[in-house]
């Protein structure tokens, strides 16, 4: 049995149980807790973070971070729900043009990879920290956001759209779907393709990787962009279920992000972490948050109680690499 | 808190007993060693004997397996480097450890500055004394200046000024001189001479002989993790001394089989490649070489004469700074990046493993395939059983040493991770295999499997360009011998040419210039 199956599996197994035992004793406190209502509850809550947790997977395995994540969710969803409502005039003539619900769709998408494709141009040609790049992007889309919009909600999105925040399929709500979905995916693009293990080297080590022949710069752009789609997709996603565009969405969620990889055992020095522990990550933040919410614990609570589970997170992994190491 | 000054030639610090293992190495073996007021004891050994991890041990950077330190008869066990400082042992390292973007003084004084009575820095002091300590020690460098600025030279005695100021007990000089100019060299066994008649004890590592007997008492050295010699060193010979460090003679490692070289694999003409930070106009000026298949074509340099960065160039890592021409197989090629050349056919095992070499979280299975993935997919995906059977062959060729291909890279020898790299190229099938430092920090019975499979590699077809400081290993190896001096070739040499004096006299810069 080699040493890091043991030990990855035993960091797996670590958050598997600090999520049992959080269930458990949930489960105890509030009646609640333990209902089929409330396990869709959380699901659907949870859909829109692990969407933006899995770019930010990717993002962090390359040794990078992105901060603009939640910005980019704004702008996406600001995108479609304005093309859906309003359609869009051609400059210079009065002809309006009627946008589909996919067409909506397809455009919010590709504004998420287009920022995210920036955000990898900026960090690979230009040579910027990605803190510094994404949090450039971070701003610029904020304020995109707010030109689009003129600073007010963009409601009244239609059935169509709306089924994809609201709409369920074999009883499960779309959202949850994606968001499987999703996480499959990346899954197997993680573990299963070149391009995961390119992305694992890069991270890892990107002077080895870059002599090994791999191409840093095609990888790290992929990346972003990929990171820029998912918050497209989240950002779709929170529109369809308020039937509302807020220009204020996603404020944070690039916080709540990190700390999801964070808490899922990825590290932030790159090259080491899992979509598969992202995805415990949220679970773990998610049954926080509405169990939290069932115990009457006031909102400033809550942010306390969160901000301590990330740094005894972060530190039991620290100890743990440092066993390992020695 | 300055205690009198010890009697020369009193035991100052001791080693007792140590051991200290490193996963899949056994680095110390059972180590003493004593180091007297007034006395510089040489601390020699072959790269990978020990000698930098037993001198981390007592600047307390990490602590031992086994044994124990005595400092001035007291058992000590040191935390962290900060202990090992405030108990007045100083050490210059190898690598530096200066900060770049603080000044001289800065980093002089750098943990213990001088402060006002408020609390804050004394600027004023702080300026003063690192004028007088750099006057002192006869060093011409402006306190105020950026340590990034000054060249390497001078940031090294910049260092051991440091040492020096801390009032240390004992003084550890890792190599010290590698990048001294010759007065520089002088001035700092002025500093030395200083320090014995202050009742300092030090240890000196080196491996240049020459330097010592101006400055050395005694002398111990360090193989494969043991003691195996003490001594002084007026009572030693040279040769005894090599002899104790090698053990065997370098050239017994190998049988090196002859064979005629085939056709030509690859051919530059006029290669040049400008300068990146080094203050120099050219890292490589103006270098031709040709190879041959199944031939070993060593290059030898000092450090500085732009070994790595030739390799580098023709492994098209810096396709922008770089001039000249270059064949493969007759066909001109201009690689604009590593992949360009890998497509052609080449391959390159980076000097330091750890930092270019390896992807350290990755398993070892992942490391050996990355080079090669295209031959571990089913379907488009990467297979573990694909990946297994594709790069097996390679770890079974160069008997790598393995719990599970699945286990960490991190967690092998040295010996054992050179293997991992070179399984990664091989897995490429390269005609062109470039070796930067093949043996570097590995023990001495990885080394001789290298050396093996480096001649077998040679008789199989390939073209081997192999680059060393150690000069026996270059000679053992190599068909010819290049000479690289400050980036141009000085020499080339045929294997019956090829001897260690020959060689390092044309690389060395002064008698060059000399004779030119």
Known sequence: ?326 | MSPSAPVEGEVVIAAVGIGKSFPGTRALDGVNLTVRAGRLLALLGENGAGKSTLMNILAGVFPPDEGTIQLEGRDVRFANPQEAQSAGIGIVFQELSLIPYLTVAENLFLGREPLTAAGLIDTRRLLADSTALLRRLDLAVEPTALVADLRIGQQQLVEIARAISAQARVLILDEPTSSLSGHEVEVLHGLIGDLKRRGVALIYITHKFEELAAICEDVAILRDGRLVGEALFRDLTREAMVRLMAGRETKELLQKTPHPPGEELLRATGLSLTGGDVGRRFLVENVSLSLRRGEVLGVFGLVGAGRTELLEALFGLHAERMTGELLIEGRPERFRSPADAIAAGLALAPEDRKRDGLVLPMSVAANASLASLQHTLRAGFVSESREAEHIQPYIDRFRIKLASIAQSVVDLSGGNQQKVILAKWLATAPKILLLDEPTRGIDVNAKREIYAFIDELARAGLGLIVVSSELPEVLALSDRVLVLREGRLSAEFSRAEATPERVLHAALPDQGRLAS
């Open chain 1, 1 to 326: 049995m080699s040493e890091t199956k043991a030990t990855a599996f035993f960091a797996r197994f670590r958050s598997l149980l600090a999520l049992a035992l959080m269930v458990l004793a949930l489960s105890l406190l509030s009646d609640r807790f333990l209902t089929a209502d409330n396990g869709w509850n959380i699901l659907r809550q949870i859909s829109v973070n692990l969407c933006l947790s899995i770019g930010m997977t990717l993002v962090i395995l390359s040794g990078g971070i992105d901060l603009s994540v939640g910005a980019i969710l704004a702008l996406s969803g600001a995108l479609a729900a304005g093309l859906l409502k309003t359609g869009i005039e051609i400059p210079g003539t009065d002809i309006l043009l009627q946008v589909t619900p996919s067409g909506a769709i397809l455009n919010g998408l590709a504004a998420g990879a287009a920022a995210g494709w920036i955000n990898g141009f900026a960090i690979t040609r230009f040579k910027l920290p990605p803190f510094v790049a994404t949090l450039g992007m971070f701003s610029i889309a904020r304020g995109l956001t707010m030109l689009w919009t003129g600073g007010f909600p963009i409601t009244g999105l239609g059935d169509a759209f709306g089924r994809l925040g609201t709409g369920a399929f074999l009883g499960m709500p779309t959202p949850v779907w994606i968001m499987l979905a999703l996480t499959g995916v990346f899954i197997v693009v993680t573990k299963r393709t070149r391009f995961g293990r390119h992305l694992y080297a890069v991270g890892g080590n990107v002077r080895a990787a870059r002599l090994t022949g791999l191409n840093v710069s095609r990888i790290t752009i992929a990346v972003y962009s990929l990171a820029g789609a998912l918050a497209g997709v989240a950002g779709l996603i929170v529109t369809a279920r308020l039937d509302s565009a807020q220009p204020n969405a996603g404020l944070g969620y690039e916080l709540d992000s990190i700390a999801a990889v964070v808490i899922g055992g990825t590290s932030l020095s790159g090259g080491r972490g899992s979509v598969a522990g992202t995805v415990l990550g949220c679970l773990i933040i998610g049954v926080l948050n509405n169990g939290l919410f069932l115990l009457n614990v006031s909102p400033f609570w809550q942010q306390v109680i969160k901000g301590v589970v990330i740094l005894l997170a972060v530190a039991l992994d620290k100890a743990n690499a440092r066993n390992r190491d020695s």
